[in-house]
C-alpha cells in the first residue's frame, strides 16, 4: 500500500523558513517524480514544486520560485521541501504526492503569521 | 499558463441520479508525445484529496466504474452515472500536459 507522511508543518513568522518531510513506503521511491501541493484554508489546489526520480531536475511555479526548493533522499525514502522568505499568502495545508497527483499524502498545516 | 475553468461551481443531485462536470482548458493539453494529460480529483469533507482519473479517461485502481471521464484537445467532461452518498465532495480537474501544472476552481457535489 503506497503511503506517504508528511511532517514537518507549523506556525512561522513571515520572512522566516520551515522544511517540510515527507516518508514515502509502498512503493519503488527512487522510480518516480514526487511533488507538492498546497491548499489554502477553505481555497483549491495549487502546484507547488516537482522533482524527477533522480533528482535532477525540479520544476516550479513563479509563486515560489526562489523561495522553495524541492529535493529527495532517495536512500531515505525521503521528500522535502525547504520554504524560505515565507509570506502569508503561503499559509496553506501541504500535500505530499507522488507523480503529479497518483496519490496524496494526509497533509501538513503550514501557518505564516506573526 | 493554461487556465482551467470548471463548470457548475456547484451541483445538487439525488442519489441514483448522474451528474456531469465540464473542464474548458484555454489551451490544447495534447502533449508532443500524444498523450493528454487531463486528471480529475476528489475531495471528500476533511480529507485528502484522491485522483480518480488520468490521462482523460483511465480510472485508477479501485475507483467505480459509475465515473468516466471524455474528452479531447480543450474540452473535457467527468460523469458520475448512479449517484452515491459518498461522492459528496469537491471535483477538481488538473492538467499536467505543460508547467506549471494547474488546477480547475473545483465542482462542489452535494447530495439532493
Known amino acids: 500500500e503506497v503511503q506517504l507522511v508528511e511532517t514537518g508543518g507549523g506556525l512561522v513568522q513571515p520572512g522566516r523558513s520551515l522544511k517540510l518531510s515527507c516518508v514515502a513506503s509502498?512503493?519503488?521511491?527512487?522510480?518516480?517524480?514526487m511533488s507538492w501541493t498546497r491548499q489554502a484554508p477553505g481555497k483549491g489546489l495549487e502546484w507547488v514544486a516537482s522533482i524527477t526520480n533522480s533528482g535532477g531536475s525540479t520544476y516550479y511555479p513563479d509563486s515560489v520560485k526562489g523561495r522553495f526548493t524541492i529535493s529527495r533522499d532517495n536512500a531515505q525514502n525521503t521528500l522535502y521541501l525547504q520554504m524560505n522568505s515565507l509570506r502569508s499568502e503561503d499559509t496553506a495545508t501541504y500535500y505530499c504526492?507522488?507523480?503529479?497527483?497518483?496519490?496524496w499524502g494526509q497533509g501538513v498545516m503550514v501557518t505564516v503569521s506573526s | 499558463d493554461i487556465v482551467m475553468t470548471q463548470t457548475p461551481l456547484s451541483l445538487s443531485v439525488a442519489i441514483g441520479q448522474s451528474a456531469s462536470i465540464s473542464c474548458k482548458s484555454s489551451q490544447s493539453l495534447k502533449y508532443s508525445d500524444g498523450k493528454t494529460y487531463l486528471n480529475w480529483v476528489f475531495q471528500s469533507p476533511g480529507q485528502s484529496p484522491k485522483r480518480l482519473i488520468y490521462q482523460v479517461s483511465k480510472l485508477d485502481s479501485g475507483v467505480p466504474d459509475r465515473f468516466s471521464g471524455t474528452g479531447s484537445e480543450t474540452d473535457f467532461t467527468l460523469k458520475i452515472s448512479r449517484v452515491e452518498a459518498e461522492d459528496l465532495g469537491v471535483y477538481y480537474c488538473?492538467?499536467?500536459?505543460?508547467?506549471?501544472?494547474?488546477f480547475g476552481s473545483g465542482t462542489k457535489l452535494e447530495i439532493k
Open positions: 488538473c492538467q499536467g500536459s505543460y508547467s506549471p501544472l494547474t
Open positions: 509502498g512503493f519503488t521511491f527512487n522510480n518516480y517524480w
Open positions: 504526492t507522488r507523480e503529479l497527483g497518483a496519490y
